[in-house]
């Protein structure tokens, strides 16, 4: 089994920044990509940033320019920095990674327990 340990979430000020971490424990082989959804009160949970093995993200539109996502592929984290944090950007965010536990396996997604980000003055 794979678990997925958030940190990161926090009350912040309109314009602030915040960064969020994404830890894999467990009988991991290898991590195929990862990605960082959020869900807001009332609304579906979306996409957020994603980064597949070869490095290659994947952004949704309202967060362009302000979140960038990273990996580090020895420590089994995958970070996102959150600048010009808006109000409308305040959500549990969950982080999720497609991950296979011995070679030869097919990959299984595992999801993290959130971590809630609010975005206020």
């Known amino acids: 089994q794979v678990q997925l340990v958030e940190s990161g979430g926090d009350l912040v000020q309109p314009g602030g920044s915040l960064r969020l971490s994404c830890a894999a424990s467990?009988?991991?082989?290898?991590?195929?990509?990862w990605g960082w959804y959020r869900q807001a009160p009332g609304k579906e949970r979306e996409l957020v940033a994603a980064v597949a093995s070869d490095g290659s993200t994947n952004f949704a539109d309202s967060v362009k320019g302000r979140f960038t996502i990273s990996t580090d592929n020895a420590k089994n984290t995958v970070h996102l920095q959150m600048s010009s944090l808006k109000p409308e950007d305040t959500a549990v965010y969950y982080c999720?990674?497609?991950?296979?536990?011995?070679?030869?396996?097919?990959?299984?997604?595992?999801w993290g327990q959130g971590t809630q980000v609010t975005v206020s003055s």
């Open positions: 467990g009988s991991i082989f290898s991590i195929n990509n």
């Open positions: 999720h990674c497609r991950a296979a536990q011995r070679p030869g396996t097919l990959a299984h997604v595992y």
